[in-house]
């Protein structure tokens, strides 16, 4: 079997949850031997969270630890004493890069920051993925998937539209943790534009991800509208109508989603629902007549919807010419006959949880693959294999740091 495409990538993972670890998997699952960081007994955080199999929480069965930490080896460390530090530091000059998701001022006091390990180790790339980065007003603040949302501008703009009381229904972030994942996210991209830039110059350099820029860059059009012609966003009440960029509309069995903000789509749909009467009044002749009257279209569409299944919908919207989907349920997701041909989920056997499925890579490389090479850790589970084989310790020192809390 071919090899991933970062198979030579040596990267160490000193990070949890969901941002650090996301970037980590990443690399992990394209190849990169990737060693993962935990703290003796309790682990990454994520262990806590859920979904757990039969809803039983347990550390070594989280479904969000397992899914972003496949492919990983795991070992424990309490880089809080002397003795982790000096470990840590012997794992900094086999690495190629350092992930990271900690306070700024942690890894400083710790004397683990980029201009301390770069002195041991020039070719180090350090992505240090934090809510604000590391300079900056914020820079020492602590923040949550919540919080990053709000102050990056991506939760003002959500919802767009459907507030009936602009006064008493604020901003939401989206559900989840989103924004984490889009934190991972940039930080994988910025590493390996760092670790391209060594592979030329046999430099390494420090990777500075904030999660709120992050989010900030995904409301461009806002911001650009605000450069250009200095009109900030404003939320707007209820607009409901086929004039959006794409609406709801309820079916026998589910939801569609339609788009119909142009006179082009317009007559379309109109074409679909078998032009009936109502849609050839001179209100919805155009898009200004049609926003107008948008409620009204509203109810009218729904009502057309309502009699048919998603399916037929879809038939009769064959060769008209205007967006139209299913909205999908989990279950629909997880049987997609779309996904099962290209092959995006996969089952990993493990040894407290059994097979499992998991969502796979949202990409396909044709000669280096990705692949899963092995689940997530249990934790310390590589202890031995990184520390006496890899570092050259014997099985008495581990004991011995064991014994004190260092591993």
């Keep these: 079997m071919n090899k991933g495409a970062l198979s030579s990538l040596r990267v160490i993972e000193y990070g949890e949850f969901i941002s650090g670890p996301y970037c980590g998997k990443l690399l992990a699952d394209l190849g990169a031997e990737v060693i993962k960081i935990e703290k003796p007994g309790f682990g990454d955080k ?19 630890f397992l899914f972003l930490n496949t492919n990983k080896l795991g070992v424990t460390l309490n ?44 070719r180090l790339v350090m992505t240090s993925i934090t809510p604000f980065g590391q300079t900056g007003t914020y820079r020492d603040y602590k923040a949550c998937d919540l919080i ?17 009381d602009i006064e008493q229904q604020p901003p939401l972030k989206v559900p989840m943790h989103s924004g984490d994942f889009i934190a991972g996210l940039n930080g994988a991209i910025g590493t390996m534009s760092a670790v391209t830039a060594q592979q030329a ?26 450069t250009y012609e200095g009109i900030p966003y404003r939320r707007r009440k209820s607009e409901r109508g086929p004039v959006g960029p794409a609406q709801m509309y309820p079916c026998k069995d589910g939801y569609i989603c339609i788009t119909t903000h142009s006179d082009v789509f317009w007559a379309g749909v109109v074409e679909m629902m078998g032009n009936p009467d109502w849609a050839k009044s001179e209100l919805y ?35 008209k010419r205007f967006p139209i989907m299913p909205v999908k349920t989990m279950n629909e997701v997880f049987s997609s006959e779309q996904l099962a041909v290209r092959d995006f989920f ?31 850790p249990l934790l310390g589970e590589h202890n031995e294999e990184v520390y006496c084989q890899m570092l050259g310790y014997t099985r008495q020192d581990l004991a011995k740091m064991r014994g004190l809390g260092v591993i």
């Design 46 to 64: 994520a262990r806590s969270h859920g979904p757990f199999p039969q809803d039983i929480p347990h550390p070594e069965r989280s479904g969000l």
């Design 79 to 122: 880089v809080g004493t002397a003795a982790g530090v000096k470990i840590f530091r012997e794992l900094v000059k086999w690495a190629d890069v350092i992930v990271e998701d900690n306070p700024p001022q942690e890894m400083k006091r710790l004397g683990l920051d980029y201009e301390s390990l770069h002195q041991l180790n020039p």
């Design 148 to 164: 990053t949302f709000h102050v990056s501008g991506e939760a003002y703009i959500n919802p767009m539209e459907g507030v009936d």
């Design 201 to 226: 110059t046999g430099l390494g350099q420090h990777v500075d991800s904030s999660a709120q820029e992050a989010l900030a860059s995904m409301v461009n059009s806002w911001i650009g509208t605000f």
């Design 285 to 319: 002749k155009d898009v200004s007549t049609r926003r107008a009257n948008q409620d009204v279209i509203w109810l009218m569409m729904a009502e057309w919807t309502r009699d048919h299944t998603i399916q037929e919908i879809m038939e009769a919207a064959q060769g």
């Design 346 to 376: 996969v089952e990993v056997d493990r040894k407290e949880t059994g097979r499992l499925k998991y969502p796979g890579a949202p990409y396909k490389l044709s000669v280096t693959p990705w692949r899963v090479r092995r689940p997530a």
